[in-house]
């Protein structure tokens, strides 16, 4: 595993950028609201999002892997940091909290009986105001 602190201090500070500028590029354009993408917008999305990752990753070592004896982080921790933080909601459903098979089977379980006693209600008022 590469050490993040070597990595950058190999790597000497340029206008060079971690993520291919191509495969950003192609993300915006898939973006109905993108219009005409220049290369300074290019370059600076790009390396908002680097810093972003690089952020993000930080915290959520900072906040999991510094309690725990192991050195490495795990997509449980980055789910924890975006549910514990308010101003990462907007990730809630790219990075959830993972859960096992047996629990969201539950979920579904109950989600059909709430709805199927929705149901049941609505149709008893329905047939009330009919009468």
Do not use: W
Request: glycine letters at 2%.
């Amino acid at each position: 595993m590469v050490d993040a602190s070597k990595l950058q201090q190999t790597r000497k500070p340029s206008a060079d950028t971690f993520l291919p500028l191509s495969r950003v590029r192609t993300i915006m354009k898939s973006s109905m609201d993108t219009g005409l993408i220049t290369n300074e917008v290019l370059f600076l999305m790009t390396k908002c999002t680097e810093l972003f990752v690089q952020h993000l990753a930080r915290e959520a070592y900072s906040a999991s892997c510094s309690k725990e004896s192991g050195d490495t982080l795990k997509y449980e921790h980055l789910s924890q940091l975006v549910n514990k933080s308010k101003n990462l909601e907007f990730l809630l459903q790219i990075v959830p909290e993972k859960i096992r098979v047996h629990e969201f089977q539950e979920m579904l379980r109950l989600n059909r009986t709430s709805n199927s006693d929705d149901d049941d209600e609505s149709e008893s008022e329905s047939e009330s105001e009919a009468e």
